[in-house]
């Protein structure tokens, strides 16, 4: 690891400042992916503005229709969380099957998103349930933030304070672990809200996507059965010796089929009134 | 160079480091702990396991300036002088290690699933929340044993 100046700003806006203030300079969340990166030399960077004492970017809490995750909050409070638990089940089920315990502990829902790893689960959470990223600066669509292999909408020096998720009807995250890296070889978010269903998918793509198709299949009727005829092309998918593209486009199709059928069991279960 | 103060095993510690320094770096290196194992440097194998602020880590992934007023135990840190904790008790009696190299970090990993799953712990549970810590001996037969009988001991105290 090439050596960098390491900083720890105590408030929102002094890390907004030395972020701005440097091109060469990164902002480190938990750096589960960050400091194995800098290890293995394949980043460099002149500073690090490290945003771990920032407590008011960590914490969970209901707001109307939504769950506000910050954006500090690891990856072991969520999956604890009984308010996430009580509200969006699926999304407390996602993060407790991020890579370990281990990792769990330090490694946080902003510093996920803002890596956009390919094969992360978060974004197929983010994406699948339609939720809104909040920055120092502005909101940002789910839709409109994951835009490439690794990149999103933020600019430089804009930093993520929280992910406002909406509460859906049912929810449902399968997924196909690589065995030994724990990300999703294969990830299926599925979600049933008032306006109809989304379907994001992980780790098959260069970024996280939306499977149309299926959404339009499953708004119709919200069944397993619904996505018998409908078929994902394989072609841009990601193809390595783990798993073809095609290989993936089948994952695709058998988890989005579990995927629903494990939302619709979940939402008969919790149907309880209040 | 910055200088980071923290407490580790109950006492305070200090040192000047890098920015780049590891917090195994910090306590193998600076402060002489060397129960603490790196054993891929690559963050996957969980030897390095550490708790900060009582939660387990892989203290080759985190930043010793990072741990700026933290608390750190380590394994030479879990038993008072002298003695050994129940977790690696149960390890002993079980035989739950072959080479020892992984141990340390499957004992520190088994004490934060004993705070995070509580004292009963079936073996399904350890098998998957100890996902983090790779034994390339034993094939985690009898770690799951120490485990589940260390979990146990913990709770009779």
């Known amino acids: 690891m090439y050596d960098f100046s390491y900083h720890k700003p105590a408030s929102l806006d002094e890390a907004a400042r030395l972020i701005a203030k440097q091109d060469e300079f990164k902002l480190v969340a938990g750096g589960m992916s960050l400091i194995p990166a800098l290890k293995l030399r394949l980043a460099r960077y002149a500073g690090l503005v490290d945003l771990g004492a920032l407590a008011a970017l960590k914490g969970i809490r209901r707001e109307g229709g939504a769950i506000v995750i910050g954006a500090m909050t690891p990856h072991a409070d969520v999956a604890a969380s009984a308010e996430v638990a009580r509200a969006i089940p699926a999304l407390a089920a996602l993060a407790e099957g991020i890579g370990d315990p281990l990792v769990r502990n330090r490694g946080t829902i902003g510093g996920s998103i803002a890596n956009a790893d390919p094969a992360a689960d978060y974004p197929a959470a983010v994406l699948g349930l339609g939720a809104t990223v909040v920055t120092h600066r502005r909101e940002i669509a789910a839709d409109d933030f994951f835009v490439g292999l690794f990149k999103t909408a933020l600019e430089t020096g804009e930093i993520i304070t929280a992910v406002r998720f909406p509460i859906p009807r049912a929810a449902a995250y399968s997924k196909f672990p690589q065995q030994a890296s724990r990300f999703a070889l294969v990830g299926v978010f599925v979600a049933q809200a008032a306006g109809g269903v989304r379907v994001a998918v992980t780790g098959a793509g260069p970024s996280v996507f939306r499977f149309r198709e299926a959404e339009a299949a499953l708004t119709k009727r919200f069944d397993a059965a619904a996505l018998e005829s409908i078929e994902l092309d394989p072609d841009g998918l990601n193809s390595d010796i783990h798993a073809s593209a095609e290989y993936r486009a089948y994952c695709v199709k058998v988890l989005a089929r579990r995927a629903v059928a494990a939302a619709r069991s979940s939402s008969a279960s919790s149907a309880i009134p209040g | 160079m910055p200088r980071v103060s923290l407490t580790v095993n109950g006492k305070p510690a200090s040192a000047e480091v890098e920015g780049r320094t590891l917090l195994v770096q910090l306590l193998r290196e ?128």
């Open chain 2, 30 to 157: 600076h402060l002489g702990l060397t129960g603490t194992h790196v054993g891929c440097d690559t963050s996957q194998c969980g030897c390095c396991t550490v708790h900060l602020d009582g939660k387990g880590v892989k203290s080759c992934t985190v930043l010793a300036l990072a741990c700026e007023g933290g608390t750190v135990t380590t394994i030479e840190g879990l038993a008072p002088e002298g003695k050994i904790h129940p977790m690696q008790e149960a390890f002993r009696e079980h035989h739950g290690l072959q080479c020892g190299f992984c141990t340390p970090g499957m004992i520190m990993s088994a004490v934060e699933m004993v705070r995070r799953k509580g004292y009963d712990l079936d073996e399904r549970t350890v098998r998957k929340q100890l996902e983090g810590n790779i034994c390339r001996c034993t094939g985690y037969h009898n770690i799951v044993k120490a485990i589940q009988a260390g979990a146990a001991a913990m709770k009779r105290g």
